[in-house]
């Protein structure tokens, strides 16, 4: 099992695409975790004298991206925003791997009765557009990062437990179950110890792209006013108080963590589809 992994791990770096995006994603990473260590600023601190200020092309060094209508430091909110963004991720990544691997491992492995109450709730949650369905529970919830967390892990804990399913029921057929069974293994043993570490590459390539899916709906749930306090240093609120600017000229104070949800929502998905393709038996054939 290690080798073969190590093996799709080569695949994984033979890919100069997704290869180059995970650098990208580890820069961002670094950059927001150093966000207190290398912020020129307070990202919260005001200077109504100093209002949308143009940066460095206008030869502001004090302000290298400008600063916003209340004379933030637009490089700080992007910085500590970063921050905010991957946390939520993680937060996300891992509710949504515990639950979802859980209700999912569950749902296969018993099957009957387990199986229809857990799945035909999963439905349920799924018939809801995601974006309206975490809108409306952060909404409900109130402001606040943990709200934002919950709202957004709600909507992903059935898509990862459909994934874990259907992997689980590949799995279960395979000879190697029966023969533990048949050597007396309980269920909980052949569960942690045969079925979880063969699923686990469909569940790793699934949260890699859950990562990007979370730090844009964090971006959505801020930039709509919901979830996210308003003076958090948080991207998408960036991108909903610079959209007043934008047409008067003060282009930056949009543009800058608009480019910053680029650059990591396609990093993440680039190392997503990266580990998809090396990881996916379907694929190689």
Do not use: C
Not at 72 to 92: E, H, T
Not at 158 to 171: D, F, I, T, Y
Not at 203 to 222: E, K, N, P, R, W
């Amino acid at each position: 099992m290690q080798n073969e992994f190590l093996q799709r791990l080569s695949i994984f770096k033979k890919n100069r695409l997704a290869m180059a995006a995970f650098f990208v994603a580890v820069l961002l990473i670094i950059l927001s975790v150093a966000a207190p260590l290398i912020s020129p600023y307070d990202p919260i601190e005001t200077d109504l004298l100093n209002k949308l200020k143009p940066g460095f092309w206008a030869g502001n060094w004090d302000n290298l991206l400008g600063t916003d209508n209340l004379g933030r430091d637009v490089l700080s909110r992007i910085l500590y925003g970063g921050a905010i963004s991957l946390r939520v991720g993680y937060m996300v990544i891992a509710v949504t791997a515990i639950f979802g691997t859980l209700l999912g491992l569950v749902s296969a492995y018993y099957g009957g009765l387990a199986d229809i109450i857990i799945m035909r709730f999963m439905d349920v949650l799924l018939s809801f557009p995601p974006l309206l369905l975490a809108l409306a529970i952060a909404a409900s919830l109130g402001a606040g990062l943990e709200n934002a967390m919950f709202a957004i892990s709600l909507v992903y804990i059935p898509q990862m437990a459909r994934v874990v399913r259907g992997s689980v029921l590949k799995v279960k057929t395979n000879s190697f179950i029966e023969a533990s069974k048949a050597l007396g293994s309980g269920n909980i043993w052949i569960m942690v110890r045969h079925i979880l570490p063969n699923i686990f590459p469909a569940a790793l390539v699934f949260l890699t792209l859950l990562l990007a899916d979370a730090i844009l709906y964090t971006a959505s749930l801020g930039f709509l006013g919901v979830g996210i306090k308003p003076s958090t240093p948080e991207w998408g609120a960036m991108l909903s108080t610079g959209k007043e600017y934008l047409l008067m000229g003060q282009w930056w104070v949009t543009v800058f963590p608009g480019l910053m949800i680029v650059f990591a929502v396609l990093s993440f998905n680039l190392v997503g589809d990266g580990l998809r393709e090396a990881f996916d038996s379907k694929l190689k054939r």
